[in-house]
């Protein structure tokens, strides 16, 4: 099993739609969770961190099932902005370093 | 404005030539990575220092080096013995290695083999 898998992608939706990103991982020992997007040939910026009891910025909202081992994003009402990679990014237990996803590559259309 | 610097922006390496890929932060990070990605693929890491003058190598080691020398700097070499460098570089830093914060990232340099 891949220490971070997600949704193979690419997802094109309307602009509007409400998207899900799904992602899993290994490491039972992970603490630390977070959501990354990257645009086209640009670094990867922290989207949202995500928490246990689950969380919320604006048309984003994350979740953490801890038993599953599993982590989601919800965009609602996508915009067009929307458009690009979003990155599974979990930390390797005690070392800390982060292992990120390969992503899933959205595309909003007008 | 505090951030991490990477230069050149794009850098284009003869076969059998060494380079060196820049990587400056200002953000008082303890912590500094290189990861390499290639199209379709997801970031691996090269190597990682998480304080001066000490660093790992990471999952892909092979035909790269660094240095820490300060803490703000953490500089990657490719050698000639990285026989498939042609990918784009992304350094980045964390203000500690236990927390929860995520990495930042500089904006990448972009390794062609001509």
């Known amino acids: 099993r891949k220490e971070v898998e997600q949704d193979p992608g690419p997802f094109n939706v309307p602009e509007g739609a409400t998207v899900a990103f799904n992602c899993t991982y290994s490491?039972?020992?992970?603490?630390?969770f977070f959501w990354y997007r990257q645009d086209c040939r640009k670094e990867p910026k922290l989207l949202m961190s995500?928490?246990?009891s689950g969380n919320e910025d604006g048309r984003f909202t994350a979740q953490l099932n801890r038993a599953s081992q599993y982590i989601s994003l919800l965009i609602r009402d996508s915009k067009l902005s929307d458009s690009a990679t979003y990155l599974c990014v979990v930390n390797a237990g005690s070392q800390g370093n982060l292992i990120f996803g390969k992503g899933t590559k959205l595309s909003v259309k007008p | 404005d505090g951030g991490i610097t990477q230069s050149p922006k794009y850098l284009f390496r003869k076969e059998g030539q060494n380079v060196t890929l820049s990587c400056e932060q200002n953000l008082n990070h303890d912590a500094m990575y290189w990861y390499r990605q290639d199209p379709g693929q997801g970031l691996r890491l090269i190597y990682y220092s998480q304080i001066v003058n000490d660093f790992q190598k990471g999952d892909i080691a092979e035909g790269y080096s660094v240095s820490r020398e300060k803490k703000e700097s953490f500089p990657l070499t490719v050698t000639s013995a990285q026989k498939n460098p042609t990918a784009f570089y992304l350094c980045?830093?964390?203000?500690?290695?236990?927390?929860?914060?995520?990495?930042?990232f500089g904006s990448g340099t972009r390794l062609t083999v001509v």
């Open positions: 995500v928490y246990s």
């Open positions: 490491n039972s020992a992970s603490q630390s």
């Open positions: 980045a830093s964390r203000i500690g290695t236990l927390q929860p914060y995520g990495y930042t």
